[in-house]
Nanobody, 120 residues
Framework: QVQLVESGGGLVQPGGSLRLSCAAS????????MSWYRQAPGKERELVAG????????NNADSVKGRFTISRDNAKNTVFLQMNSLKPEDTAVYYC?????????????WGQGTQVTVSS
């Protein structure tokens, strides 16, 4: 079955770094665009960063530009989010997302999320 399993979350001090990983299985990973979303308490889920299926293009939310970097390893079916210069407002549950559109249909999958807490 399809699985997206995030890891790497935790508690970090402001200014610190974390690297999130998302291991995919059960589908052809290299055909899917991958993204990281986050949801803070009381807020809507928001897009953080995305990367194309081939890994040749990325996009970041304005709030994380210059601090977060998304990457992927199609040989290992894994997508990463390197988070530097973390701020308290980055505190949220971070979700891995896979998406593919084909012949008018949209296929998407979500991970279960990993908690990131930025606090001193």
């Amino acid at each position: 079955q399809v699985q997206l399993v995030e890891s790497g979350g935790g508690l970090v001090q402001p200014g610190g770094s974390l690297r999130l990983s998302c291991a995919a299985s059960g589908f052809t990973f290299s055909l899917y665009a991958m993204s990281w979303y986050r949801q803070a308490p009381g807020k809507e889920r928001e897009l953080v960063a995305g990367i194309t299926s081939a890994g040749d293009s990325t996009n970041n939310a304005d709030s994380v530009k210059g601090r977060f970097t998304i990457s992927r390893d199609n040989a290992k079916n894994t997508v990463f989010l390197q988070m530097n210069s973390l701020k308290p407002e980055d505190t949220a549950v971070y979700y891995c997302h896979a998406e593919r559109s084909r012949m008018g249909y949209r296929f998407e999958y979500w991970g279960q999320g990993t908690q990131v807490t930025v606090s001193s």
